[in-house]
């Protein structure tokens, strides 16, 4: 593998067939998400494929926003195999220096297992004069 990797956020260059395999079985968050539904979220958000010089996809992360006040950063993922070379950073850098050119106010986001990734590019927990809530339909992913 080439250690030349490029991050995009063209639509059009998305493995989507291995996005929704990864997102859809190798997450704790999305398992059993269809690829209809997958395909949906993508085209309503920024997405961002990272990939190596041969061109295959390695990552891949959304920004549902509005591109003027707010994000939520969702599905955030590494292949397996190319863990441990600093892909995700590589990719959070891409995606926070893209949010401040877009001068959004917040981006949030949910981890059960990455905090300390979040915490190296200035996420912190909420704690501010907000009630932030949530609504959650049981069963879907």
């Known amino acids: 593998m080439s250690d030349a990797y490029t991050i ?4 059009d260059r998305l493995d989507r067939e291995w996005i929704h395999r990864v997102i859809s079985t190798d997450t704790y968050w999305a398992v059993g998400r269809t690829r209809e539904d997958m395909d949906r979220a993508i085209d309503h958000s920024l997405p961002y494929g990272l990939y190596d ?24 993922y590494v292949d397996r195999d190319a863990r441990g070379k600093g892909l995700s950073k590589r990719l959070m850098a891409h995606i ?3 949010a401040e050119a877009m001068r959004l106010k917040r981006i949030v986001l949910a981890t059960g297992d990455a905090e300390g990734l979040y915490q190296q590019f200035g996420f912190t927990e909420i704690d501010d004069d ?3 809530m949530y609504k959650v339909w ?4």
């Open 8 to 11: 995009s956020s063209d639509p």
């Open 53 to 76: 010089g041969d061109g295959r996809q390695l990552a891949f992360a959304r920004l549902v926003t509005d591109r003027a006040y707010f994000g939520w950063l969702s599905d955030v």
């Open 96 to 98: 926070v220096e893209d």
């Open 130 to 132: 907000y009630s932030w």
């Open 138 to 141: 049981p069963g879907r992913v």
